[in-house]
């Protein structure tokens, strides 16, 4: 096993070195002064695979210092052997706290979640990226997306929302819903469920989104208007859970992972952990809840 | 030259359109042309598409262009439709800035706008005009959201009509395009050409791949649309029958020149140049 000692000795503060951070935090600047807008960067090699949170690694080292608290989230879990792996790293690398409480986390790193908790405008949230493009399943051609999003042709967009309709009844993405960022560009909030896409709008926190494999970061800066896409007479909905609550906490209303007993009975527990242990033990933190329309 | 006048008769007015590909000398435009008989530069290889084209469209007028292979014919209304960009010239619509501005000045996004809301385009190739991996209730929607309307019931609508007047089984429409015949591939294309009811509509060779009696059916369905709906139309076409059956007037091009322009029936009687009368002999 490579002793911390030696990571602490040899290594940068954060891992990268200080010219490339310089380059990744300047390139968040212009994704927060154009929100939505996918900025490139160079997205360096890190001691992790492409695909497995380089993205949100980068910028989370670029960002991070010394009095952060830092908290990583897979999925909603604290306890991922991902999520374990990255918090380890980070401690390693930078010396700072980390905790698996939302409200006491200034950095927070997620792949696939917001977290229930209502956060401040003293934290940001990274979200690690697989595919930045929301525009991948229409046009392969990275040059036509680039045009589409400079010219804001969405049409196809709004065609493949219009045939997942007419197909199935339903607005059939489950996750990485397509989102209008401050009323110009077309985005994707990362793999997130239906029901976290809401708390994205004019949230008090800032939103990082890095996709290392695809070199691209994004974000949405607090108090920012996000709108999920939607028909007039076809509105946007999240998940619904009628008369579930959860098995561990017996709590409703926050998004549920539906577990499969050996002997075929089936529960529900509230996805992210921490915001499970608080309910079960205390009183329940401040949440955003949107209501479906009829 | 003064082109907006105080009560504007057309609906668009082309003057001095010219395309050239490759890297032209001075001498290109002026060694090029019919009297040259090609339209290849000597000097730089440059090709002149088409040179120095003007003419006006009046509203509910449809315009012929006819010519041989590589005459410049799809060029002028790949320009017109913004498909390309134009080497000089300048285009105008009475229907942007009451005609007062150059169209192709106009950034990619109000040229957008333009095409979106104001033309259509039917290709000779559906699979140019069509995506065919929407379903062609897809296709028409993807017209309908470009310009502004985000109510599913309302598109459907508005297909089911377009679908209707096209001749193509409603009951298909979810259906994608690559499943149709030819000739329903074009009236698909028709029915998106048309949906925001645009006052210009191009249409591109639009018989040239069908059979004649499914020619007949599709020439029918455009003079009736065209007709019932008093669209102005710019048809290219290199057979004259089409022109004959379509157009009020038309312009004859020869290496990307206008050789002739006037009535069609008058031109077609009593062709003036002696390329149109080459061109009107072989049909006879």
Same mark, same amino acid.
Request: proline share 5%.
């Given at each position: ?294 | ?31 090029? &042309? ?32 006819? &010519?041989?292979?590589?005459? +410049? ?16 010239? /300048? ?7 009451? &005609? ?14 333009? @095409? ?26 993807? @017209? ?33 395009? +690559? ?12 029915? @998106? ?60 091009? @020869?290496? +990307? ?19 149109? /009368? ?7």
């Amino acid at each position: 096993m490579i002793e911390n000692k030696k990571f602490q000795s040899s290594y940068n503060y954060g891992f990268i070195d200080e010219s490339t951070k310089k380059e990744i935090r300047r390139k968040t600047l212009k994704a927060v002064c154009i929100p939505g807008y996918q900025v490139p960067y160079s997205s360096p090699e890190m001691p992790i695979s492409r695909g497995w949170g380089t993205g949100g690694l980068h910028l989370t080292l670029s960002l991070i210092g010394k009095s952060d608290v830092f908290k990583i989230i897979d999925q909603g879990s604290d306890a991922s052997v991902n999520a374990c792996n990255l918090r380890q790293f980070v401690k390693m690398m930078t010396g700072c706290e980390v905790t698996f409480d939302t409200a006491e986390a200034t950095i927070i790193q997620s792949r696939h979640r917001v977290p229930e908790e209502i956060l401040t405008d003293q934290q940001i949230l990274v979200l690690q990226v697989p595919q930045p493009e929301v525009l991948r399943g229409v046009e392969r051609y990275e040059f036509r997306t680039r045009q589409m999003h400079a010219e804001a042709d969405y049409a196809k967009m709004w065609v493949s929302l219009y045939e997942a309709y007419v197909r199935f009844g339903t607005m059939m993405r489950g996750s990485g819903y397509p989102i209008k960022v401050n009323r110009r560009y077309i985005a994707t909030p990362s793999p997130i469920p239906r029901w976290d896409v809401p708390n994205l709008s004019m949230a008090n926190c800032l939103y990082l989104f890095g996709a290392g494999r695809e070199k691209r970061i994004h974000a949405i800066p607090p108090y920012t208007r996000v709108e999920p896409l939607e028909f007039e007479d076809v509105k946007f909905r999240v998940e619904d859970f009628p008369g579930i609550r959860c098995s561990a906490s017996g709590q409703d209303r926050a998004f549920m992972d539906e577990i499969f007993d050996d002997d075929g009975g089936r529960k529900h527990v509230i996805n992210d952990s921490n915001f499970m242990d608080k309910v079960k033990s205390g009183p329940r933190p401040p949440q955003r809840l949107f209501t479906n329309p009829r | 030259m003064n082109h907006h006048e105080n009560e504007i008769g057309w609906l668009l007015r082309v003057r001095n359109l010219t395309k050239v590909y490759g890297d032209p000398v001075a001498s290109t435009l002026t060694r090029t &042309g019919p009297k040259y008989d090609s339209n290849i530069c000597p000097d730089s290889g440059a090709i002149v598409a088409i040179n120095n084209i003007e003419f006006d469209l009046y509203p509910g007028e449809v315009l012929g262009i006819v &010519g041989e292979s590589g005459s +410049g014919k799809s060029t002028l209304v790949q320009l017109l439709f913004f498909d390309q960009e134009a080497t000089a010239g /300048q285009v105008y619509f009475r229907n942007i800035d009451e &005609g007062r501005t150059n169209l192709l000045t106009l950034s990619n996004q109000r040229k957008r706008y333009v @095409k979106n809301h104001l033309m259509g385009m039917v290709y000779q190739n559906p699979r140019d005009g069509l995506n065919f991996s929407f379903s062609s209730g897809g296709n028409i929607a993807e @017209k309908l959201l470009m310009a502004g309307t985000f109510h599913v019931g309302q598109i459907r609508g508005r297909a089911t009509y377009l679908l209707t007047q096209t001749e193509v089984p409603v009951q298909r429409m979810d259906e994608a395009p +690559g499943s149709f015949s030819g000739g329903m591939q074009q009236r698909v294309q028709i029915s @998106k050409a048309i949906a925001n009811n645009p006052p210009l509509v191009f249409m591109d060779e639009v018989t040239s791949g069908l059979d004649v009696s499914v020619q007949a059916k599709v020439l029918d369905l455009i003079r009736r649309l065209q007709h019932e709906l008093g669209i102005s139309m710019i048809v290219v076409s290199h057979d004259l029958g089409v022109i004959r059956m379509l157009t009020d007037r038309t312009i004859v091009l @020869k290496h +990307g020149h206008i050789v002739e322009h006037g009535l069609t029936d008058q031109i077609l009687q009593d062709p003036q140049h002696a390329y149109t /009368q080459l061109l009107v002999s072989s049909l006879l």
